[in-house]
Structure formats: C-alpha cells, structure tokens
C-alpha cells in the first residue's frame, strides 16, 4: 500500500505528496531535516470539532459533576444556561468566553489531579451524534499525514485553541504527537511545596488564548523556529496559515492546507456560518490567492475515521 | 576515550554514569526513551555568568547602541546607571527589574530583526575577563553531558531565566538543542500583516519571568512531562529541582545536580553572596537532604572551558 492510503487521488493528496518530495529531495527546494517543522490544528483538522470541540463536551459533564458544590451555579452565567442544556445559549457567548468558562471548570487541583480526570472521562464518555469514543472521532486521512512527514524526518506539532494539558492526555497515544510537541491554550498554575512534595495547583485564570492571531505568536514561543508545513480548517488557523507560507526571510518552500468539512453524511458539512468553533469564510476566499489547499473532506477522503479506534493509554 | 572525559573520576561523575547506567537497563528502574527528559539551567550551568550574565552584557551593549535616539535615558533609571557604568547601581536592582530592563532594550523590531541584532553581537563581543568569544564561554563538561544524554535517548532542554529568543540564536549550533527544546523568559510579541508580509513584532512588556517558582511552571507547560534529571547551579534552580526529584506519583527514578562555582583560579568562585545572578544558599544546605549532587568545578572538572571555540552559525 503507498502513501496516505485514506486520500482519494487528487490535486490535494498531490499537492501533499510533491511538496514533501521536493523539500527532501537535493535540489534548491530542499530543506534541511530540524527545519522540517510541521504545525496541525486539532479541533476539526485532526478530530471532530461538532456540534461543540470534545473539550466542551467534557467541561460540560465536568460542570455536573462540579454542580453539587456549587449551587450558585444556578443563578449565573454561562453556569446557568449550560446546565440548563443551553447551548445556544452558550454558543452565542463566543469561544473566548467558553475556553473562560471551561477553564474555570477545569481549575482548583493539581495538574497529576487534572490529568487522571480527563483520563477517566475519555475512557468513559461518547461523541453523541457518531457514537464513538472521543479518541476515535478522529480524521484517518490526518493520521496518515502525521505519519508520512514524520517518516519523512519532519517534526509534527499541534497548534490548537484547546488546553494544551487536555490534549496532552491522549495526543502522544492517539497521534504520536509527544507532550512537548504540543501548543495550545493554558491556564494559570502555580507551585506549591507541601510536605515534601512539590505540585503544581491549576488557577481559575486564563494565561493564553491559542486562536487566530496568538498561533504564530505561540508557535515563536513554544517552537521558535517558523513551521514549513500547516494544516487547519478554519480561520482560527489563518494567522498560522500566513505566518507558515508568505513573505518568509529565510525563502524556504512552505505548504499550507485546509480541511474544508464538506462531508454532512460522513462527519459534518460546514463553512462559513456562524459555529462555536471552526467558521471558514475568509479562508474559503483566500485559499486561491495565497495558494492554500483546500482538502474537500467528501471528495478527497476514501474514509473519514479510523477502523479501529485508538485508544489513550489507561495505565 | 570514555564517556564524560572532561570529569575528573569521583562522586559526582559516578553519580551521572550510575543513574544514566539505572535509568536505561533493563529492571526495576528502566525508564522508556519518550520519558528521558533532562532539563538544564543556562547561565552558570551551561556557560559563564560572571560578573553578570552574558544577555546583561548585550544588553548593556545595545542601550548604548540605542541611545542616541533615547535622550530620556540619560536622566531615567534604571537607564542613567547602566549607561554611567554603574553597575553596581544596576545590580542593586534586582534580576527581575534587570529583566524587564533588558527587555525594554530588546523591543521594537521584528522577531526575525532581533535574530540578526544577537547574532551580528554573538560575532563582534567577548567577555571582558575571560577575553573569549561569549558562545565559548560554554562548560566542556557540561557539553559532554548533554551529549552523554542524548546518546542515551535523552532529550535535553534549557530551562532558564535568560530570554528564549536570545538563547535561540546560539542554542542549536553551540549547545545541540533546537529551539523547540529551549524555555526560558519571554517578551510580549504581536502579530502584524503589512503587504501580504506576517511579521511578529516584539512589544516591551515582559510576559513571562522563568526563574524560581517559575521554572516547574515553565516546564509543565512548555515540556508538559516531568523531567528525571536536573541540572543546574543556583536558587533560581531549586523549585525545577524539587520538581524532578521529589515525590513524583509516577514514582519514576529522577536525578539532581547543582554545578558549584569553587574555581576562582579558571573561573569564578561564587556561592552564598549576593550576586545578580547564580546565588546558592540554600541550595548548599538542601543537596544533601535531597540527595542533590555537588559537582564541585574545581575537584571535579578536568577542563572548564572547550579547546577550541564553538560559535554559532553566521549564515
């Protein structure tokens, strides 16, 4: 079987294909293996982002478990209209508010606390509509590209608005990604030296908000070195886009590609409307003008999720 | 040639080789190459710090680069001082107060601008006592431990108080470790696109200070796994050295070592005195209840300084 089996022959999938070619290949495109750097969107480039990203899903049961102990909850917003099955409600707050919200949940233990709930909640839960664990809503075709650029020497980071100590619970066992290999957004923590044993308390605070404008800034952050390659499927990912493939100093060749979600019968079909999370609108527009390819998730993929889920790790 | 030349035989070089030996055996203490994670402080364990560290001195350099367009200096502190020569008025100051100093000095251009200020300075400047180019005045048998290391599956970082962007530009070329593995204090950036042209523009505003509590936040941030091995020489160290060593859940066999300056004579010999930089106090009375090893650089290192220079890559 050849390369990224899952893509159905195309300009896409060749697009893919001649761009790794070139750069490993001796010749003036080629690029050296450290700069070989390559940056994923997560919430709808390598899993399912709808009806809401995974990680509203589990501040939503995380809210219900928490409710007891907070009957204030009750009385205010977002509280109110999340536990009330509102997400409409919720929805029309906008993601920054929510990520707040979620991160408000997701604070008061320790990060090794956080780690095992969110471990016992992956194991636990299902994506409603697709009936499948969370870690199997996950884009085979995406798994296969992880996978030819890292046999192809290229380091694969994900660059996500989700919280980075989410992701890292599963994305090594899921997608091979390592911990340190993944940006996204953080809460505040700090340390703490009791008896001995150092921890590290995680504040209700939000520290950084990984979306549109912030991912290039946290891609020089936490990567220093500016990506060759990056794929995203919404606006949230056009900075990064940019930041990846125009006007670079350094004049290495760069690839950027859009996971345009086409596909209501197999996933979810949607572009520019308003949706919590994942709206394509400029980038539709763009696409042509700054030579980004749209990878049209009906036509281009032979299958949308893996045939045998993976799982994280439960030991 | 064995492993670790430049260590003179003794407890400290027997304590590397022994834990290295444990951690990668087959048995009760083999730890898997994904977590080898070894995290070493910069200034005074990698390279020299004295009498300041080495960014103090770029930075001294570039504000009277500067200057010229900034009259106001001439009567503002902390400016007036370090401009007048003052550096004891200077280091009165505190680490923290010099950081944002420095920062300051550092903002106002490009990311990729900046690259190219530290790199032309890297070229032209050498360290005033030591009459070295700064990019040699790197530890030989600190470069021979992390070489040791990475034969052994280790993955090696910076975690310091010095700035990420800074560090960056030699890291790779003179230390071996890419930008991606290097954390350390950050400045605000934002990202701007002029004429179809990204470029991330460094604001003079300081957004993350890592030394002290900081360093275990830096780390489960930016690694987001628990290093089992710690390098490092002063106070500032000691919160990321109770981090890998003590009360780990994963119950994971870890590894701590301060680099004692006591080498007057090749060096510096600096402990317990106030210093802008590298004071060890309590990290004097706390090595041996933690089990912290002492490399003590007079006894225990053959060479202090590599033979023939490194530099970084002028291209």
């Given at each position: 079987?050849?390369?990224?089996?899952?893509?159905?022959?195309?300009?896409?999938?060749?697009?893919?294909?001649?761009?790794?070619?070139?750069?490993?290949?001796?010749?003036?495109?080629?690029?050296?293996?450290?700069?070989?750097?390559?940056?994923?969107?997560?919430?709808?480039?390598?899993?399912?982002?709808?009806?809401?990203?995974?990680?509203?899903?589990?501040?939503?049961?995380?809210?219900?478990?928490?409710?007891?102990?907070?009957?204030?909850?009750?009385?205010?917003?977002?509280?109110?209209?999340?536990?009330?099955?509102?997400?409409?409600?919720?929805?029309?707050?906008?993601?920054?508010?929510?990520?707040?919200?979620?991160?408000?949940t997701h604070a008061g233990?320790?990060?090794?606390?956080?780690?095992?709930?969110?471990?016992?909640?992956?194991?636990?839960?299902?994506?409603?509509?697709?009936?499948?664990?969370?870690?199997?809503?996950?884009?085979?075709?995406?798994?296969?590209?992880?996978?030819?650029?890292?046999?192809?020497?290229?380091?694969?980071?994900?660059?996500?608005?989700?919280?980075?100590?989410?992701?890292?619970?599963?994305?090594?066992?899921?997608?091979?990604?390592?911990?340190?290999?993944?940006?996204?957004?953080?809460?505040?923590?700090?340390?703490?030296f009791d008896d001995g044993?150092?921890?590290?308390?995680?504040?209700?605070?939000?520290?950084?908000?990984?979306?549109?404008?912030?991912?290039?800034?946290?891609?020089?952050?936490?990567?220093?070195?500016?990506?060759?390659?990056?794929?995203?499927?919404?606006?949230?990912?056009?900075?990064?886009?940019?930041?990846?493939?125009?006007?670079?100093?350094?004049?290495?060749?760069?690839?950027?590609?859009?996971?345009?979600?086409?596909?209501a019968e197999r996933e979810?079909?949607?572009?520019?409307?308003?949706?919590?999370?994942?709206?394509?609108?400029?980038?539709?527009?763009?696409?042509?003008?700054?030579?980004?390819?749209?990878?049209?998730?009906?036509?281009?993929?032979?299958?949308?999720?893996?045939?045998?889920?993976?799982?994280?790790?439960?030991?």
């Amino acid at each position: 079987m050849g390369d990224l089996p899952s893509w159905n022959e195309g300009r896409a999938k060749q697009a893919i294909v001649d761009f790794v070619g070139c750069v490993t290949t001796t010749g003036p495109d080629y690029v050296s293996e450290n700069e070989r750097v390559a940056v994923f969107d997560n919430d709808g480039t390598l899993w399912c982002e709808m009806p809401v990203p995974v990680q509203a899903f589990f501040a939503n049961d995380r809210l219900r478990a928490l409710a007891p102990k907070h009957p204030e909850w009750k009385t205010t917003e977002p509280f109110k209209s999340q536990l009330a099955g509102d997400m409409k409600g919720v929805m029309a707050t906008g993601l920054k508010d929510i990520a707040e919200l979620t991160m408000a949940t997701h604070a008061g233990m320790t990060t090794d606390e956080f780690v095992e709930i969110v471990r016992d909640w992956l194991f636990s839960a299902k994506h409603p509509k697709l009936n499948r664990a969370y870690t199997s809503v996950i884009y085979q075709p995406m798994l296969e590209v992880l996978e030819y650029l890292r046999a192809q020497q290229f380091s694969t980071f994900i660059v996500s608005g989700g919280g980075v100590e989410f992701m890292r619970v599963f994305a090594e066992d899921v997608y091979g990604i390592p911990p340190q290999q993944i940006v996204g957004s953080t809460i505040k923590t700090h340390f703490e030296f009791d008896d001995g044993k150092p921890v590290l308390v995680r504040d209700p605070a939000l520290d950084f908000f990984d979306d549109k404008a912030g991912k290039p800034v946290a891609i020089n952050k936490y990567i220093g070195r500016r990506p060759i390659a990056c794929f995203g499927n919404s606006d949230g990912d056009r900075e990064m886009l940019m930041w990846t493939t125009l006007g670079r100093p350094d004049g290495l060749p760069s690839f950027g590609l859009i996971v345009h979600h086409t596909d209501a019968e197999r996933e979810f079909a949607y572009d520019r409307q308003h949706v919590l999370s994942g709206q394509l609108d400029k980038g539709l527009d763009e696409a042509e003008k700054y030579g980004w390819v749209l990878a049209d998730m009906k036509k281009d993929w032979k299958t949308v999720f893996p045939a045998t889920a993976k799982t994280a790790n439960q030991s």
